[in-house]
């Protein structure tokens, strides 16, 4: 993709994207109505009973991982079930496709203000089209869009012409509350200012909500320890997990070495502007991650649909293939594809790629204002 502002459209673009934006929203449509629900959809059954039937939430069910944010929306999709005659796995999948669209816009806001509409609306296409949202959103029915969402609102309160840090901190803290995907972020946009002073206290909000949503049920800490604190994803099927096969490796290794290269990606990534700062902090933790879900797999794909790239295209088709393998309707696994560990080397030549394009923009010396806006803060 060109690096400079272009402020108008090709002619037949608007018609071109309208037709794509409407090919997405279909097929993303049609996979969840096909979607016959899983193990999580089932999950999300359960939490909802317990509200229904005065149950208490992380006490009475192992099937619950994350703050207390999610089971909300949860609620709202329930209600949402009841007035549109659904069930709730097609309500939850309408509500996740609802903050897709929002990322979708989010991501032209941001594109488009540094290359111009075309860009705006290519890199919010990519993203909408992309096969890896659409399976983790519409046939997965997990929510780590939602949390994506708020990321990339926040890289754009950060990186306009006019900071916005109270903005961009209010952001953080939601996308850390739905999900603590996005767990060391607050700490980069912190070291790169853009949560303004003073920063050892504007670091700790999206912390201290994340836990004062907890307190509600403090009762129940020990429920709450095992199943968020403690939850790790499958176990030595991915990266570095598998020392855990070795005999006599602890298990604290494997998180211990994801703490250590988060600690040096936030060091190394504080003179990248921070959408691609951003993008390469989830691309670290997805090396280095203990542990791995399918849902995981999309992290990335929102921020890198504005930089684009053979990184980029070859980390979609890899996992979106390795989905397809490890998540068939009927539930089976099919003997061949890039199982676990493709989406592992696919995220691991992806970091490389963007390093070599980080290299590369330096290089060049910033000619021209795009170019220099992508190698240091704006």
Excluded: C
Aim: aromatic share 14%.
């Amino acid at each position: 993709m060109p690096n400079g502002r272009v402020t108008t459209l090709p002619r037949g673009a608007p018609t071109l994207f309208l037709l794509g934006f409407v090919l997405a929203l279909a097929i993303r449509l049609l996979v969840l109505w096909q979607f016959p629900g899983n193990y999580d959809t089932r999950s999300w059954e359960e939490v909802v009973g317990l509200f229904e039937h005065g149950g208490e939430l992380y006490r009475d069910t192992d099937r619950y991982n994350s703050s207390p944010a999610w089971s909300l929306l949860l609620q709202v999709a329930a209600a949402l079930a009841k007035a549109i005659g659904s069930d709730l796995r097609f309500s939850v999948g309408l509500v996740l496709l609802l903050f897709d669209g929002l990322t979708a816009a989010t991501l032209y806001r941001i594109a488009a203000s540094r290359w111009g509409p075309f860009r705006g609306l290519s890199a919010s296409l990519l993203f909408f089209l992309n096969p890896v949202s659409i399976s983790i959103s519409s046939a997965h029915g997990q929510f780590d869009g939602v949390s994506v969402f708020f990321l990339t609102l926040a890289v754009l309160f950060a990186s306009g012409r006019v900071k916005r840090p109270g903005a961009t901190l209010v952001s953080l803290s939601a996308s850390v509350l739905a999900k603590h995907m996005t767990w060391f972020h607050p700490i980069l946009f912190t070291l790169k200012g853009k949560l303004g002073r003073p920063r050892v206290l504007t670091v700790l909000v999206p912390y201290l909500v994340f836990g004062l949503s907890f307190v509600p049920y403090l009762r129940f800490w020990r429920d709450i320890r095992a199943d968020v604190f403690e939850y790790r994803g499958l176990r030595s099927f991915y990266g570095i997990d598998a020392l855990l096969l070795i005999p006599g490796v602890p298990d604290w290794l494997a998180t211990a070495i994801l703490a250590i290269a988060a600690a040096a990606a936030l060091i190394l990534l504080r003179r990248v502007e921070i959408a691609r700062a951003s993008l390469l902090l989830f691309l670290t933790v997805l090396v280095f991650s203990p542990g791995i879900g399918r849902q995981y797999f999309v992290w990335p794909i929102a921020l890198g649909s504005l930089f684009g790239g053979p990184g980029y295209f070859v980390y979609t088709a890899v996992s979106a293939a390795s989905i397809f393998q490890l998540a068939r309707p009927a539930g089976e696994d099919i003997a061949f594809g890039p199982g676990w560990y493709g989406p592992w080397w696919a995220a691991i030549g992806w970091l490389l790629w963007e390093v070599r394009e980080l290299r590369g923009l330096r290089s060049a010396g910033a000619k021209s204002p795009a170019e220099k806006s992508l190698r240091s803060p704006p």
